[in-house]
């Protein structure tokens, strides 16, 4: 039964990790119509700065500040100068999963050109451990879980309450009525790529302090894990990321503790295989942005 | 010559071989078909994990160091009919999926998820193909002629895979040169179009993936019979990245163009550097080469999207920039077609 | 062209507009003008090129020649928001609202351009247009009816209080009583705001009961265009346009 508990409280700390990610991809996608698969790398780059700025002493959470605002501006760049261009050359989606594909590639490999081939960990205390509920749990990894709950907050507070974002949500479930209502939907798609940027970034720190140890290649199966939940959760759709992100972070990590660590993301695979033959539109079917 | 010329020499043709089959593949779906397919690379492993596993002998032969199914020792060309066969059947499920994804964009991403999962299964799962170390010792095809070490075998490989090239290229042309092709790039062009015409789209979906994938699976039967060994770090995801660059380098729709895309993007600036000597820390010079084919991708993207050969057929030949708008314009047609006759 | 009666000072003017989607242009040398407080339909068969006009009007899709002027400005080929911006209120024929969102907040999304301590105040004068909007601000536009979706549309573009309506075909898809409604009762008030109304419609005979002026499309091109209540008395454009006797007046 402990190790059920246990597992479950892991899950729970996974689960926190992937809402922010899958969070921020699928509203990349819902809002600016970009699968982006260089998210990966930017979590990567992004988790790489801010343990530059660990090892140069500094405390982690700031340093997950750090990464919030590298994802931020990197992923800023990205759209400025190159998916808008591709994007106003009216290039078709799948083009744009070959540019956002060969940019992952290059984000990747800048960390690993820099960084190089063996795995980085940060200097981190992980606090004492707690007991809450039934779950024995790290300060850290308590810390991790109300972060993700925060940004949830913050998420729900910005698409519902502020004027920015009822303004994605109008361009996500249609851009050209949008404009005609005289938003500038480019700076809108700009300020979502701001805004998930630094999701993605403080997702990429926490997903390596989550592994304890990261490399320049550590979040291609996690990206998978990503589009799982993503996709399990209804594209486009950010709370059904977050559930879909709560069901795979529990399962993979229950499995892991079960079956083997290895399969975990065979098994998010599994799930998402699942999901795609019962209910191809995802559990959360009607857009609700 | 000295014979480590003549092994250089080889090595390299039998390597540009294999690349040119793939990308001849590659060009089928991508370039005539318009399929983007992320995970081409899983059929090429598939056709070199069953060609090895079929010319293997039993898996306690050996010393019994590594674990793996069959092991049937089969004779060439058996092998490399297995592998082929391999990679067109591991294409069904893709077509099956393909046909419920809801946007291209969609099933290319579920492709590339795929084949980032089959890597870690069979990373993982040791008994299927040895796990992450992958098969060795896989018999060089007509081994038993000659000594598969001595410059006579070498050369003899290097015209079998340029054979093949050749013979492959000929039955791709056949079909893309045929009235078949033409429907294939209708529907690449306009999917909608090419459905109001009658054309069965799924199905020519599936026969394109299938037939690109016994492509694939013949390409890495060839590998495999060369380097004899094939382990999951060969055909990880980006591997798929490189050929879909030789092909949007050297020119989509164009077999002329995929043929030197793989001359120019796998074999030349991959495989030929990595005789150079290294430079800096591990690991820098292949991060580099990673960016300069990421770079590259961009860059042909932008400024040459035709690639360095483009397409013959003028009317069709329209980058895939431009495609999107084609749609809209096909559909538009379409829609205002019957009142022009008023 | 018909030699031109007089007509009140246009505030949207399009001069030899050709447009299409890429290839050939789905209409050429179509020329109309709007007056304030006019409304204009344009009639015509399906296909006849009645949808790309607009669209290429409000900035949609690309015009190829010829140009547009709204007031002194001349917004040829400006960006759709930007056309938005300078007074101009497109309601699509479909697609028309923020489906996911609730009615007061397509109306927020419609006043965009607001001040935000303006949008209280103009939510309101919108819902003192069409009353029946006022129970219906917490419900999504996708629940509701077709009605109430087209009315939510139009208030949407009032939020802005426009110079111009342009409105696609807005009894498309409605039942015929609500259609009425819609012509006869709402489009007017949309007009007694003072502003221009840019009327396409399949219903030529309504279209032609509430409008000042009537231009005919056909293949692209405009046939002819006149007065509506002389349009509905000649028999040629009776019988092809109307399909049976004249209307008496």
């Known amino acids: 039964m402990d190790i059920v508990i246990a597992s479950v409280g892991f899950g729970l700390v996974t689960a926190s990790v992937l809402a922010i990610a899958s969070v921020a991809f699928t509203m990349q996608f819902g809002i600016t119509d970009v699968l982006n698969l260089s998210f990966g790398g930017v979590m990567i780059a992004s988790a790489f700065i801010a343990y530059v700025v660990n090892n140069a002493g500094v405390n982690i959470w700031i340093g997950v500040l750090v990464a919030g605002v590298a994802g931020a501006i990197i992923s800023y760049l990205i759209n400025r100068f190159v998916l808008t261009p591709f994007k106003r050359r009216n290039t078709s989606p799948i083009g744009m999963v070959i540019v956002t594909l060969a940019l992952g590639l290059i984000l990747e490999n800048l960390v690993l050109a820099v960084a190089g081939p063996n795995n980085v960990s940060y200097a981190m205390n992980s606090g004492p451990t707690l007991a809450v509920g039934a779950f024995e749990l790290t300060a850290l990894q308590i810390g991790m879980i109300a972060l993700s709950l925060i940004i949830a907050g913050a998420i729900h507070a910005l698409l519902r309450l502020t004027r920015l974002g009822k303004a994605m949500r109008a361009t996500s479930c249609n851009a050209g009525l949008a404009r005609a209502s005289g938003i500038r939907t480019e700076r809108v798609i700009a300020s979502t790529w701001l805004i998930t940027g630094a999701l993605c970034g403080i997702s990429g720190a926490a997903f390596a302090m989550n592994s304890g140890s990261f490399g320049s290649s550590s979040a291609e199966l996690f990206l998978v894990v990503i589009i799982a939940s993503v996709f399990v959760g209804g594209v486009g759709q950010p709370y059904g990321a977050m559930l879909g992100a709560l069901l795979l972070g529990l399962v993979t990590e229950v499995s892991a503790a079960f079956i083997t660590p290895d399969y975990k993301e065979v098994i998010a695979f599994i799930i998402l295989l699942g999901v795609m033959a019962l209910r191809p539109q995802g559990l959360i079917a009607r857009a609700t942005v | 010559m000295s014979s480590g010329t003549i092994f250089y020499i080889t090595t390299l043709l039998v390597y540009g071989g294999v690349d040119v089959v793939a990308c001849l593949g590659l060009s089928l779906q991508f370039g005539t078909a318009g399929i983007t397919n992320f995970g081409f690379i899983i059929y090429q492993a598939a056709g070199a994990y069953v060609a090895a596993v079929l010319s293997l002998p039993r898996d306690t032969a050996n010393g019994g160091f590594q674990t793996y199914v069959l092991g049937l020792h089969l004779a060439f060309p058996l092998p490399w009919i297995g592998g082929a066969v391999a990679g067109g059947l591991l294409a069904i499920p893709a077509g099956l999926v393909v046909r419920r994804s809801l946007r291209p964009d969609f099933a290319g991403v579920s492709m590339l998820v795929t084949a980032v999962i089959l890597n870690t299964v069979v990373d993982n799962f040791v008994p299927l193909f040895n796990g992450a170390a992958g098969v060795a010792l896989v018999p060089s095809p007509l081994g038993n002629l000659f000594n598969p070490q001595s410059l006579k075998w070498q050369w003899m490989y290097s015209g079998i895979a340029l054979f093949m090239c050749i013979v492959v290229l000929l039955v791709i042309r056949l079909i893309t040169e045929s009235p078949y092709g033409r429907s294939l790039r209708a529907m690449r062009e306009d999917e909608t179009a090419a459905k109001a015409v009658g054309k069965n789209t799924d199905r020519m979906r599936m026969t394109v993936l299938i037939t690109g994938g016994a492509v694939a699976g013949l390409s890495g039967a060839i590998l495999v019979g060369f380097i004899n060994l094939w382990a999951p770090s060969a055909w990880t995801y980006p591997e798929t990245i490189v050929l879909i660059a030789a092909v949007i380098i050297g020119g989509r729709g164009n077999h002329y163009g995929a043929i030197l895309g793989a001359a120019l993007v796998p074999l030349g600036f991959l495989e030929a550097t990595r005789f150079i000597p290294a430079f800096g820390p591990a690991g820098l010079v292949p991060a580099l080469e990673w960016i300069v084919t990421g770079l590259l991708i961009l860059v042909f993207l932008w400024f040459r999207p035709q690639g360095v050969i483009p397409e013959r057929r003028h009317r069709l030949a329209r980058s895939l920039p431009a495609q999107a708008a084609a749609a809209v314009s096909g559909a538009a047609e379409l829609a205002t077609g019957p009142a022009r006759g008023q | 062209m018909d030699s031109e009666p007089q007509r009140p000072k246009p505030i949207l003017i399009a001069e030899a507009v050709a447009a299409g989607y890429g290839g050939a242009p789905v209409i050429t040398d179509v020329s109309l003008q709007v007056a304030a407080g006019e409304v204009v339909s344009v ?54 609202v923020f489906g996911p969102l609730t009615v007061r907040e397509n109306l927020e999304m419609g006043g965009y351009l607001l001040a935000p301590r303006e949008v209280a105040g103009r939510v309101e004068r919108v819902v003192s247009v069409f009353p029946a909007l006022g129970r219906l601000l917490g419900r999504r536009a996708e629940k509701l009816s077709g009605g109430e979706r087209k009315m939510v549309a139009m208030g949407r573009v009032l939020m802005l209080q426009p ?20 012509l006869h009762d709402q489009i007017a008030r949309l007009a007694s705001t003072g502003a221009g ?53």
């Not at chain 3, 009645?50 to 080929?77: E, F, H, M, Y």
Request: proline share 4%; glycine share 12%; with cysteine.
């Open chain 3, 163 to 182: 110079q111009l309506f342009v409105l696609d075909e807005p009894t498309a898809n409605l039942a015929p009583a609500i259609a009425h409604t819609l």
């Open chain 3, 43 to 96: 009639v015509g068969p399906n296909g006849s090129g009645k949808s790309t006009l607009l669209k290429s009007l409000v900035g949609v899709i690309r015009v190829l020649s010829g140009r547009v002027a709204l007031g002194d400005r001349d917004i040829t080929n400006w960006a759709t928001e930007d056309v938005a911006r300078a007074g101009v209120g497109y309601v699509p024929q479909v697609d028309d």
């Open chain 3, 197 to 249: 109304v840019l009327l396409v419609e399949q219903r030529a005979r309504s279209a032609l009961e509430i409008s000042s002026w009537t231009y005919v499309m056909g293949g692209g091109q405009c046939r002819t265009h006149g007065r509506s209540a002389d349009l509905s008395g000649r028999a040629d454009f009776v019988e092809s346009f109307l399909g049976g006797a004249p209307a008496h007046a």
